[in-house]
DNA sequence: ACACACACCTAC
DNA sequence: GCAGGTAGGTGTGTGT
């Protein structure tokens, strides 16, 4: 590997660009070339083939780290982040950032909160070419100021406040200035004066911004030579060099685990600062700022506050927090996807480990299986079953029909599961234990009853048992990482390849895969013929392009939409049945672990944040119990013993008889720990899961001079638990007898929403705007005096509504 | 009436 | 230039 650094992007995208096509020409020699080594080995007739370097240039066959960004460069290779605390100096020029790790206090920024309030058209969204900004209400350091737009409201307006609630002040100060033109210039003004470090909004990266800039330009002012912030379309953000602009709702779309039902500025102050703002319906809104005046002043000054707070509750802390791990300024660390933001802590980690990071995975086009073209394919994921619907309720007695065989299987077993759950779980010494005689029988007298009565009324015990972060321990139990997934030729390769070899772990997977109807023949065809045709010019008028014209993205949608008109034409059908395959992965063992440490060392971080969130709220469960995934056999024995309500992927809600055995404590010798709590249905799983699921492959490098490793059996996927609840609510669906899964209820002993899951309600509140269109057209009917006059009035108001919906969806 | 494709948005 | 994954419910449109 050949490093090269670069003084200015700019050169390194010159070099860049130089070396791609290169690299490219490359590739496709290497690839045809091993073709043809195995077709020689094929042929018996292999031999070693030198080449003689002879130009540099044809022997570069990838190139690594080209696309990282400069700033995240340099703040991975300097080990510089957002949020904490340098001592910089210069010396002659030279500059040099000293970290203060003993600072944890976060700086003061200055921070402006803004809103907007503009004139709009009746059922229209504002439109900056048009319309007008009313108002502008901003909140800095608490204090709040409100810029009024006299051409506009009807009054001018004094100071005033809102206060939502005691924690949440907002006194304002009231700037009355003549027209749209004033304020913004006193706006822009008073941002000068102030300098904010970091300007925060509800949605201003597509609304405020943009419509404050657009007006700008109308009065004759540049956005940008006024306070540096421009808005940047086609990235959907705008963003300033000098300072931060922070869209809370960024925040609420990725982190708050609202559904989108739930993420209007309303809806999140309510559900996250707790309080129900000030609504006025935004078709009112104009006429109140010219008859109401008052009340719209106070309107407007509360989304400032909504925004000023969610900010300085919840984003900020959040963002900056995270700002000091990912080498990204606020701004893209807000913004950024989860899937970036894990990369970006993998390059952290890489580069510290001295590892160069892989390029992105690119599946291979054109696809074939079984003589037809693929249009995808995948794994079989996570699992979901809904099992029963209706109302369970602890303190209703409901039918049991158990199975003897599931509490004799329990009892058999008894001993092993309690020794689990002291030794493993509890991680105790067994003789320890004080009591372990008087928990098991008690445990058995109840296990023993449930035999002996299967057919049983009892009030039942709701419970769910959920694996606690699952993907990352199946990763972690299987040393599961992108390099360790091998093939045979792989492993043919490799030194410790011997016939009794354990460091190969073989675990089974579903593949799934969908095809055309078309057969790769017809595929060929159609494909030879698309590339003959042409296509409409880009512009009016101009020469007609050919398909090697389009680009690629253009090519395969142009070939894919000729191909499923084919397939519907010929077959009735564009896809195929999907297709399933059993297949088996091998896992390398001694494979370099970087990606399962790094993965292990962020489970833990999150580990010990949700321990420290548990006990901060006092919330500590005593019984953190460990345990297994259950495989679908084992699965089948839960129905045995109570009844299960609804699986999905990781967790069971199930119903258990009343009397079954649920928490139990040990009393232990040991003088730190002196009690240990249990939750029997949990262990009981738990041990299901390590028998089936404990690698006891796992090999950890000792010596790396000797190559020498120690094999161990890990298993951390462990199952959790929560209740028993009041009341659980399970949906039916229309058809007699069936059922629905990811939706349903639940209820806490004090009667509380425990959890409410997939119901309409946590959607799009489209409903509502339904029933305003269909009063606006039942109006609009009953207005006219001839049927035509009704027609064409609710025409014009279908007419207005298409509009604003285009809108709306853009 | 029925299936299929698709959009949208949720659960995990 | 950027984009985590699969499973599943509801509603609409379309073709047979």
Not at 228 to 256: I, N, P, Q, T
Not at 263 to 288: C, H, I, R, S, W
Not at 449 to 458: C, F, I, Q, V, Y
Not at 752 to 776: M, Y
């Amino acid at each position: 590997m050949l490093k090269v650094s670069f003084p200015t992007v700019q050169q390194l995208m010159e070099v860049k660009s130089d070396l791609m096509p290169a690299i490219e020409r490359n590739q496709a020699k290497q690839a045809a070339a091993e073709a043809y080594e195995t077709l020689q080995r094929s042929l018996n007739q292999g031999r070693d083939q030198h080449t003689r370097v002879q130009d540099y240039l044809d022997q570069i066959v990838e190139m690594r780290e080209f696309d990282v960004p400069y700033h995240v460069r340099f703040a991975i290779d300097m080990d510089v982040r957002c949020g904490q605390w340098f001592t910089v100096s210069s010396d002659e020029g030279q500059m040099k950032m000293e970290r203060r790790a003993d600072i944890l206090q976060r700086a003061e920024l200055r921070i402006c909160a803004f809103d907007i309030e503009t004139t709009k058209l009746p059922l229209k969204f504002p439109d900056a070419s048009y319309d007008q900004v009313m108002m502008i209400s901003y909140m800095i350091d608490a204090q709040g100021y409100l810029i009024i737009n006299r051409e506009v409201v009807g009054e001018d307006i004094e100071d005033l406040e809102y206060t939502p609630k005691p924690e949440f002040p907002g006194p304002f100060k009231v700037f009355n200035v003549a027209n749209e033109r004033a304020v913004l210039r006193k706006w822009f003004d008073h941002m000068r004066e102030l300098k904010p470090g970091v300007y925060v909004t509800y949605n201003g990266d597509f609304f405020d911004w943009p419509f404050i800039e657009t007006r700008a330009k109308v009065h004759g002012m540049t956005m940008y030579d006024e306070i540096g912030f421009r808005h940047d379309a086609k990235a959907g953000e705008c963003r300033s060099k000098c300072c931060c602009h922070l869209d809370a709702f960024a925040w609420v779309k990725r982190d708050s685990y609202l559904p989108q039902g739930s993420q209007g500025l309303k809806a999140v102050t309510k559900a996250k600062l707790g309080y129900d703002p000030l609504e006025v319906n935004p078709e009112d809104m104009v006429q109140f700022a010219i008859e109401q005046p008052q009340m719209m002043a106070s309107y407007s000054v509360s989304d400032a506050v909504a925004t000023y707070y969610l900010y300085m509750t919840y984003v900020h802390p959040f963002i900056f927090s995270l700002a000091t791990i990912i080498p990204m300024p606020p701004d893209e660390v807000l913004r950024k996807g989860s899937g970036t933001l894990c990369e970006m802590l993998l390059m952290v980690q890489a580069f510290k480990a001295n590892i160069v990071c892989p390029n992105k995975h690119l599946s291979s086009v054109e696809k074939i299986y079984n003589g037809h073209l693929l249009e995808s394919e995948t794994y079989i994921g996570g699992h979901v079953e809904c099992l029963e619907s209706g109302v369970f309720r602890s303190d209703i007695p409901t039918r049991f029909r158990l199975d003897p065989r599931g509490y004799e299987y329990l009892l058999d077993n008894l001993d092993r599961d309690l020794q689990y759950a002291i030794t493993v779980e509890g991680k105790m010494e067994l003789s320890s234990v004080l009591n372990y005689e008087e928990v098991k029988s008690e445990i058995k007298a109840k296990l023993e009853a449930l035999r002996d009565t299967p057919n049983r009324e009892e009030c039942p015990l709701i419970y769910h048992l959920d694996v606690a972060a699952m993907y990352p321990n199946i990763i972690l139990t299987n040393r599961l990482q992108p390099p360790s997934i091998v093939t045979d030729d792989v492993c043919a390769a490799c030194d410790f390849n011997r016939p009794e070899k354990t460091c190969l772990r073989k675990l089974e997977w579903v593949w799934r895969g969908e095809t055309f109807m078309a057969t790769r023949s017809e595929y060929v065809h159609l494909k030879n013929q698309i590339e003959s045709e042409q296509f409409p010019s880009l512009t009016d008028g101009g020469p007609p392009r050919f398909f090697r014209d389009l680009d690629s993205e253009q090519q395969s949608s142009k070939l894919k939409d000729r191909l499923k008109k084919y397939c519907q034409k010929v077959y009735k059908r564009v896809l195929d049945k999907p297709t399933t395959e059993h297949r088996i992965a091998g896992i390398c063992m001694r494979e370099n672990p970087f990606y399962v440490d790094t993965v292990k060392s962020f489970r833990d971080r999150r580990y010990e944040y949700k321990g420290l969130n548990k006990v901060w709220k006092g919330k500590l469960a005593a019984a953190k119990a460990s345990g297994s995934q259950i495989k679908t056999q084992e699965a089948a024995r839960s129905p045995l013993i109570g009844k299960p309500l609804e699986l999905d992927t990781d967790g069971i809600w199930c119903a258990l008889p009343g009397s079954f055995p649920e928490n139990f404590t040990f009393k232990t010798s040991n003088e730190k720990k002196k009690s240990l709590t249990i939750s029997y249905p949990c262990v009981m799983l738990n041990v299901d899961v390590a028998r089936n699921n404990t690698n006891d492959q796992y090999q950890t490098l000792i010596d790396p001079v000797r190559h020498i490793y120690k094999t161990s059996s890990e298993c951390s996927i462990e199952f959790e638990v929560d209740g028993p609840y009041k009341a659980m609510i399970l949906p039916a669906s229309k058809e007699e007898g069936g059922v629905i899964k990811k939706r349903y209820a639940v209820f806490n002993h004090d009667g509380t929403l425990a959890e409410l899951k997939g119901f309409e309600v946590k959607r799009r509140g489209e409903l509502k705007l339904i029933k305003v269109f269909q009063s606006e057209v039942f109006e609009n009917f009953l207005g006219g005096t001839t049927l035509e006059e009704c027609y064409d009035a609710v025409a014009a108001v279908a007419n207005r509504w298409l509009d604003m919906l285009e809108d709306f969806t853009r």
